[in-house]
């Protein structure tokens, strides 16, 4: 393929002469004597040779302007008026090469090909760390086990239909990342998306809070109001939690998904949706079916296309890139000088469980970069649980032996407090709390905030 070469020259003898000469030697040529002009040809451009002296936008404005557009070209200045000076200053602005007038075709055609050559590399260079990317992470997911590479694909393929999913996996996997991503790499990615966690909605709420009420409908309805479900016409929807929706809201749900209408609260008026229905649930759902809590024909209508998301410490292989992904995402915010994790602190993050899943591998970061002084996360650095936690028979999490609930919390909140020498908002971190919420359980222990 041939490459494209943009001339800006204001002499014309000479814009002449290394025209005719690129064109003999199989380049495409467009030429012009303004800065200008050449912003508007550049992006037709592989390269572009570009005098310095130019009448209005000089050469390093123009060089300037182009990597302000993000423009890919290769830049080459060329002027009879060099210094060293300028030959510096239009290196550090980003182009490729500079040439002193009066200067050969041969040594002309020299830079060039060298500079094409750069751009190629540059290129591929690009090219391999976007597929590196596009391989290991998709959105905010980080993961190169084949389990998440197969939902990448799941995910990819999904995306652009109007299907419903449901995500299936243990609290903390990420499923609100990938209902995310299904979102933003759909057609629908501008309009809403509206998440609904229907464990926090009170069952006698429930009704008016996806579905709308008018006014009057109840005590306390003073005027209308649109609902979740219409907040996100022609958008999505996010039900998280699906399977703690109580039955009389199942009903409502399946007519949603299997007709795209509903009625407001205290309206007898049919309103009708263009809405994306994404699911999520920590429960079995299959087994809800055989107790009679969830309906069989909700669940069909969900199940469209079902996507389980393994547990962190069934993918282990992902664990490296999800701490190195955590603290170039984390230290920022933490104020922390941490740039990098040693492989020590890798093997430590590798030899544990991890039953808070991904969830609990960035808390678990966090409160490591809030207390690591040093630029390297280490294997001390790593903290894990604040205390140990016993297994029954089942495999349950027990309390230590011996406390009630409170003290285990006060034991917790004055480790916490302790390691962070006292500061409350590095123990709040530690704990995965806000201020505030720390400030509250220490009144209620009865521990001075």
């Given amino acids: 393929m041939k490459k494209h070469i943009l001339i800006v020259e204001d002499e014309e003898k000479l814009r002449r002469v290394i025209e005719l000469h690129l064109l003999a030697n199989g380049f495409e040529v467009e030429k012009t004597g303004c800065a200008e002009e050449a912003l508007r040809l550049a992006d037709w451009a592989d390269l572009v040779l570009t005098d310095l002296r130019l009448p209005g936008m000089d050469g390093l404005e123009l060089l300037s302007q182009l990597r302000r557009q993000n423009m890919q070209a290769a830049v080459i200045l060329m002027t009879a008026f060099g210094t060293v000076e300028s030959a510096v200053e239009a290196m550090k602005s980003g182009a490729v090469d500079f040439l002193m007038k009066p200067f050969s075709l041969e040594h002309l055609m020299a830079v060039i090909h060298k500079a094409l050559e750069m751009r190629a590399l540059r290129d591929e260079n690009r090219q391999l760390k976007e597929e590196l990317g596009r391989r290991y992470q998709y959105g905010n997911m980080v993961g190169r086990s084949p389990l998440m590479q197969e939902i990448f694909a799941t995910v990819e ?47 006698n709420l429930m009704e008016s809070e996806l579905f709308g009420y008018e006014k009057g409908a109840f005590t306390g309805a003073v005027q209308n109001k649109p609902g979740k479900f219409e907040q996100a016409d022609t958008g999505t929807v996010f039900l998280d939690e699906i399977g703690d929706v109580p039955p009389s809201i199942q009903v ?112 678990v970061i966090e409160r490591s970069l809030v207390m690591c002084r040093g630029t390297q996360l280490d294997a001390a650095d790593i903290q894990m649980d604040i205390a140990p936690r016993r297994r029954n028979h089942t495999g349950e999490h027990l309390l230590p032996e011996g406390l009630t609930l409170d003290e285990f919390e006060r034991d917790i909140i004055r480790e916490a407090l302790r390691r962070a020498d006292g500061n409350k908002s590095q123990a709040a971190r530690i704990l995965g709390l806000s201020r505030n919420a720390l400030r509250y359980r220490l009144t209620q222990i009865g521990i001075e905030s």
């Fill in 252 to 363: 409502k749900l399946r007519r949603v998904l299997q007709e795209r209408e509903f009625e407001r609260l205290g309206s007898n008026k049919t309103r009708r949706i263009d809405v994306r229905v994404v699911a999520a649930t920590n429960q079995d759902l299959r087994a809800a079916l055989e107790q009679g809590t969830f309906r069989e024909d909700l669940y069909y209508r969900l199940n469209v296309v079902p996507i389980n998301i393994p547990p962190l410490r069934a993918r282990k292989e992902d664990i490296p890139f999800l701490a190195e992904h955590f603290v170039r995402k984390l230290a920022p915010d933490c104020g922390s000088r941490v740039e990098s994790i040693t492989e020590a602190a890798l093997k430590k993050l590798m030899e544990y469980h991890w039953p808070g899943n991904v969830r609990e591998l960035e808390n």
């Fill in 157 to 203: 393929r999904v995306a652009s239909s109007r299907a419903t999913v449901l995500l299936a996996g243990e609290s903390g996997v990420g499923k609100d990342l990938i209902a995310r991503a299904i979102h933003f790499h759909s057609p629908r990615r501008e309009r809403p998306f509206v998440k609904i966690n229907c464990t926090a909605i009170p069952e």
